[in-house]
């Protein structure tokens, strides 16, 4: 059996003191749940995030993280500075950071490997446009980004990363996947897993994200594919946070 995992990727809101805020908010509500719950700040919101997490089940993720140790590397963070910051997942290869900042196939590898070998768990994000799914190139697109994220993986290194499949048509919109939707192309990229590292596939987490809230977790965590989520705006308000993280109660 997989351990769900619910991650809030809180996306470019938020400053510190904020950070601290929300922290408290969700503290009391969310202790000792039956899946991983992770919350993403923004880089400069990681110190406030750990220091405010002390005591708590919250893991802390961040939302991008450099192949390389250090160097002339402007605006970019190392592993080595998430580690020092309690940071144990890193969200890799958002459709954001694929649409607005050139991340490509290649350097979603080159993070989310760089990732493995610091100890970090990569969420890689995969997910097609609206212009594909309507012309049927879904599976396509999912495959492919998928294989391209996970070229040069070890079969250990897969099983313990988290994938994400994230519909751009889905990210911000309102406009959810359906559950079958979801759960099809889910399985699709699971499939692709399989393809490359046999058994593996069981094990590798694969979340939904798009539009998810309190009003559709519970419908789409029941779907035998999905295994968690990557929940966007409704991440930082801490009671809709919560009731994602509460959708089997
Ligand atoms: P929304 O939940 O705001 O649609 O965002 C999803 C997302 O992009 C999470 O990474």
Not at 53 to 60: M, V, W, Y
Not at 112 to 129: D, Q, Y
Not at 149 to 162: P, R, W
Request: glycine share 8%.
């Amino acid at each position: 059996m997989r351990r769900p995992i619910i991650a809030g990727n809180w996306k470019m809101n938020m400053t510190p003191s904020q950070t601290r805020r929300l922290i408290a908010e969700l503290k009391p509500l969310i202790s000792d749940e039956d899946c991983d719950v992770v919350i993403c700040p923004p880089s400069c919101c990681l110190q406030a995030a750990a220091e405010a997490l002390e005591g708590s089940s919250i893991r802390l993720g961040a939302q991008n993280v450099h192949w390389e140790k250090s160097g002339a590397f402007t605006g970019e963070v190392s592993t080595d500075m998430l580690k020092e910051l309690n940071v144990e997942f890193v969200i890799v290869g958002h459709s954001e950071r694929r649409q607005y900042f050139a991340e490509t196939d290649i350097t979603v590898n080159k993070r989310a490997r760089a990732a493995i070998a610091a100890g970090l768990t990569p969420i890689i994000c995969v997910g097609e446009s609206l212009a594909e799914r309507e012309s049927g190139k879904t599976e396509s697109v999912v495959s492919l980004q998928t294989e391209k994220a996970l070229e040069g993986m070890t079969k250990q290194e897969a099983a313990h990363i988290v994938l994400a499949y994230e519909p751009i048509w889905a990210i911000g919109t309102g406009r959810t996947a359906t559950s079958d939707q979801a759960n099809e192309t889910i399985a699709v990229i699971r499939e692709k897993v399989r393809r490359l590292y046999g058994s593996a596939a069981d094990d590798v987490r694969i979340q939904y994200g798009g539009s998810m809230k309190p009003g559709n977790a519970t419908e789409l965590m029941a779907m035998s594919e999905i295994d968690g989520g990557l929940i966007g705006g409704a991440s930082i308000k801490a009671s809709d946070f919560a009731a994602i993280v509460h959708y089997n109660k």
